[in-house]
């Protein structure tokens, strides 16, 4: 090796600041929010309650360095029959496409929900605490004439009574994609 590199300590000084960097990363890991952070949080969200009946929301879709790929208006229609809700969200994006997807969500003894819909792959999982819903799932997202997988890390806030935010991270392998953000507006509260 470099006698004058090793003199002035450059590599020492390198690997300590790739260690710093990965301490960094393994930290940040650790400091994710849990749905706990929320026991408390007011107003309380239950989405059979939020969800009955009519909903509008308005989103878009965000790529991995923040650039608005998309945005997008929803109508979703609540229905509640005992301990499912069944939710029929209807898509129109900015270029004039549309989507539906409906949703059917099974509310859990212990107040968790399990769901299923048709672009869903297997059995999304969510928990509530306090005025957030914190939802895993696997989505099968279609992309020109190609269809991927991507891991939907999706939480929602109830804002008050008639307002809520919803907000998505979307990866794959382990690599955030992109962002869905969404604000919904309940009628007639």
Not at 35 to 45: E, L, N, Q, R
Not at 69 to 97: C, K, M, S
Request: aromatic share 10%; charged share 25%; proline share 3%.
């Amino acid at each position: 090796m470099n006698a004058k590199l090793m003199r002035t300590g450059l590599p020492a000084r390198l690997w300590k600041g790739i260690a710093l960097a990965l301490l960094a990363l393994v930290l940040g890991g650790c400091a994710s929010q849990q749905i706990s952070d929320y026991a408390g949080k007011t107003p309380v969200f239950d989405p059979a309650v939020f969800f009955k009946g009519r909903t509008e929301a308005w989103g878009m879709f965000q790529k991995r360095g923040g650039e608005v790929a998309r945005r997008f208006h929803v109508v979703v229609t609540g229905t509640v029959d005992g301990n499912t809700l069944t939710l029929d969200e209807r898509f129109r994006y900015d270029d004039g496409e549309t989507q539906t997807r409906v949703w059917t969500l099974v509310r859990q003894p212990d107040n968790s929900w399990r769901g299923r819909a048709g672009d869903v792959i297997g059995e999304a999982i969510g928990h509530t605490a306090g005025n957030a819903l914190h939802w895993n799932y696997t989505l099968l997202l279609p992309v020109n004439d190609k269809q991927y997988e991507v891991q939907m890390d999706d939480w929602m806030y109830q804002m008050d009574e008639r307002t809520l935010i919803n907000r998505t991270s979307m990866s794959k392998f382990g690599v955030e994609v992109g962002q869905v953000t969404l604000f919904f507006r309940k009628e007639g509260v």
